[in-house]
């Protein structure tokens, strides 16, 4: 199906977002080893984190829904069970990943497949580290979905990570908690941190310094209430709208403002956008207040180091960009082309079919602004990054926009299109 937008005269008001999928996730995933029963407040309620909780249900953990409320009764470090079918990851490869190191250590046998996305996504780059542990994975054509994991007794090691993925970094801690001795992960680690947060916050002792990250095995979790802090990466979407909008302002609440996700909102600040924060929570997640107000966009570079920081948000730092004064370059976002979709060409496609002139490298693009966009029909890939982020360049486009298979966003932000609606002006 397709939904047509059409430009608007003003992009403002206050909202909410949903919670953050990645805390979301991993507080289902240490709720459901930990002892106890553990309350979830503010859930993300999308096809990702139910692909999560549906496995972990498979897995003899229990989940109660009050409200907003998620009631987490978990069965301990070593009470999961073996699923009598194969686990389906959905198009979540936070999931897939993830629990390729929970199940890694188990005394049962697990399968794990997804959707046809999920089918295409790399997998070694979580199996391979977790074989170095002992791990008995393996995968389809030698990097691909369906897994199989035959449990077995792990061990630690100390591994130099090649790539920078949280969700491998995490499938590695998980594992840690299972495997005899410590497990020590360095190289690049410079990603998204919620789980070297979460995990004390179970009562898990890590060690983290700049260059590694440690942990023991044998730690209990104990159930611990989780308030999961809006997106980041939800409340981009409507930071670059009233970016690119003329006049545009937008006040966002209850924002997760952990410097490992902000990336973005730095790039924009840099590029001329007003942007004021207050924090009001601090741990174990900082939360707080956003208001973003329309200014003149200049041109900017992002390097490499800035881009674990801000992965989800390239897609629409490319819409923004189109509108800044100059020439934007962005380099060593690769990983984009191994996402939902590759999200490098899906940008430039739309892009190009909106009428703009934008140049990709195997890492980036470049793309020089300010252009005129105009109305086209956008494929979305079936990728949420890739619909959302060209629904807001909409806003500014001459004419009607149409973007296929908009109904892709029911994996992170099922909301998305009635608050656009309700923030624009017609």
């Known amino acids: 199906m397709r939904i ?11 909202t909410g977002i949903p919670g953050d999928k990645s805390v979301s996730h991993r507080s289902l995933i240490f709720g459901a080893i930990a002892d106890g029963t553990t309350e979830v407040s503010n859930l993300l309620d999308s096809g990702d984190v139910r692909s999560t909780e549906l496995c972990l249900r498979a897995l003899g953990a229990e989940f109660k829904r009050t409200q907003d409320r998620v009631l987490v009764t978990g069965r301990g470090l070593h009470g999961l069970h073996a699923s009598e079918e194969i686990l389906d990851c959905g198009n979540s490869g936070t999931t897939i990943r993830t629990m390729m190191g929970l199940l890694a250590g188990q005394s049962f046998s697990s399968r794990m497949t997804g959707d046809q996305s999920i089918q295409r996504r790399p997998m070694k780059r979580a199996a391979e580290p977790l074989r ?8 389809t054509r030698d990097d691909f979905a369906p897994v199989t994991i035959r ?4 061990v630690g090691v100390d591994y130099d990570l090649k790539v920078a993925s949280a969700q491998v970094k995490t499938a590695l801690l998980l594992a840690g908690l299972y495997a005899s001795g410590t497990t020590t992960i360095r190289g690049s680690i410079g990603t998204r941190d919620h789980t070297e947060r979460m995990l004390p916050h179970f009562g898990v002792r890590i060690r983290k310094t700049a260059s590694e990250i440690s942990i023991t095995s044998g730690q209990k979790l104990t159930a611990s209430p989780v308030r999961v802090p809006g997106d980041p990466s939800s409340a981009a979407f409507w930071m670059g709208a009233a970016s690119i909008v003329k006049g545009g302002m937008v006040e966002i609440e209850n924002v997760c403002l952990n410097p490992t996700r902000t990336g973005f909102f730095e790039v924009l600040r840099r590029m001329g956008a007003k942007i004021e924060e207050e924090i009001t929570c601090e741990s174990p997640e ?12 200049r041109a900017t570079e992002v390097s490499p180091e800035e881009i674990p920081s801000m992965v989800d948000e390239v897609p629409l730092l490319a819409i923004v960009a189109s509108q800044a004064e100059g020439t934007t370059i962005v380099h060593g976002a690769e990983e984009l082309r191994v996402k939902e979709s590759d999200r490098l060409e899906a ?3 739309n892009l190009r079919a909106m009428g703009a002139k934008i140049e990709t490298f195997k890492d980036g693009y ?3 602004g300010p252009q005129k966009l105009n109305g086209a029909v956008i494929n979305s890939f079936d990728d949420h990054r890739i619909a959302m982020s060209f629904a807001v360049a909409s806003l500014i486009a ?7 298979n908009h109904e892709c966003v029911m994996i992170s932000y099922p909301k998305f299109f009635e608050v656009l609606r309700r923030l624009s002006r017609a």
């Open 151 to 154: 449990g077995t007794n792990l």
């Open 4 to 14: 047509k937008l059409d430009s608007v005269s003003g992009f403002s008001g206050k």
């Open 347 to 349: 940008v430039a496609t």
């Open 132 to 139: 170095k542990m002992g791990a008995q994975i393996e995968l």
């Open 286 to 297: 900082p939360i707080g207040n956003i208001r973003v107000t329309c200014q003149s966009l």
């Open 366 to 368: 470049s793309i020089t």
């Open 398 to 404: 001459k004419g009607t926009t149409e973007i296929e």
